[in-house]
């Protein structure tokens, strides 16, 4: 802008010379033309943010798995058992008639003759059922009945973490203007004017 202000008053001031000096019909001593410097530029390097810093919560789910475990089905019991008593049939001899004396008749030599007669004891066999053995109760013991059963069991609870991302920057290159274009009177050989 400096620039150009002062090629402007350098122009406002030299253009009353040149009119006079074209009407008057002198000799030039010095000629100047517009000229147009463009703007200078350079490339600079410059760190940009892509992506802002975050958080992330990573949840890891619960983890399940199958295990065997002995159950009790039925407990340890103890039963009786009866046991009926035992009999035999045995044979005894009873008394049926004891020994005795008594009298009889007999016939000895054609002649009936009273004798005194002694009877033995007389027995019969019988049979009679006897108990051999009482009956009886027999404990019985049943040992405890288990079994096996799968059942889904936690092995890991579930959890969860935070993983911190940083941000992420790149380096771009960028073409900044350094001083912008600008118009300026410069000396110019031409014929007809000294320089």
Known sequence: MRYISWSAVFALAI?????TSAM????AIACYQQATVPAVYKTVQERVLVRAASNRVVKKAAVYGYQKRRVLVQPERVSY???PAVYQTRQRHVLVKQASIGWEYRMIKGRKTLCKVKHPPVYQ???ERVKVQAASKVA??????YSMVKEKVMLQPASSHVIRQPAVYKTVNRRVQVQPARTVWQPVKIRGCRY
């Open 15 to 19: 253009t009353p010379f040149l009119i």
């Open 24 to 27: 008057a019909g002198g000799k």
């Open 81 to 83: 058992r009866k046991t």
């Open 125 to 127: 066999a019988v049979s």
């Open 140 to 145: 019985v013991r049943h040992p405890a009945i």
